[in-house]
Nanobody
């Protein structure tokens, strides 16, 4: 069973920064692509960023230039550095283990429980 555990969410003012972490089971981390999704109240879950096991990255247009996804294979951890945060970024952020195909990220069945990010003054 794959386990994904997110951390690092919280309350931040507009323009601030947060770094989310997702610790993954060692059996899947080195093979799979990893992704971050988010879901705001009343909205569908949406793709935020993904990173392949070779380091290829892809971002949603809404976060390009502000968010950075990275992975540390030694720690089985994927990160999401979020800068210049906006109120529209408020959501529960979820970690996912998936795949890349033709440079598109496809989510897998393994999800974390999520971490709340609130951007408000």
């Amino acid at each position: 069973q794959v386990q994904l555990v997110e951390s690092g969410g919280g309350l931040v003012q507009p323009g601030g920064s947060l770094r989310l972490s997702c610790a993954a089971s060692g059996s899947i981390f080195s093979r799979n692509a990893m992704g971050w999704f988010r879901q705001a109240p009343g909205q569908l879950r949406e793709f935020v960023a993904g990173i392949s096991n070779g380091g290829y990255t892809k971002y949603a247009d809404s976060v390009k230039g502000r968010f950075t996804i990275s992975r540390d294979t030694a720690k089985n951890t994927v990160y999401l550095q979020m800068n210049s945060l906006k109120p529209a970024d408020t959501a529960v952020y979820y970690c996912n283990s998936g795949t890349f195909s033709n440079r598109a990220y496809f989510s897998g069945i393994s999800w974390g429980h999520g971490t709340q990010v609130t951007v408000s003054s």
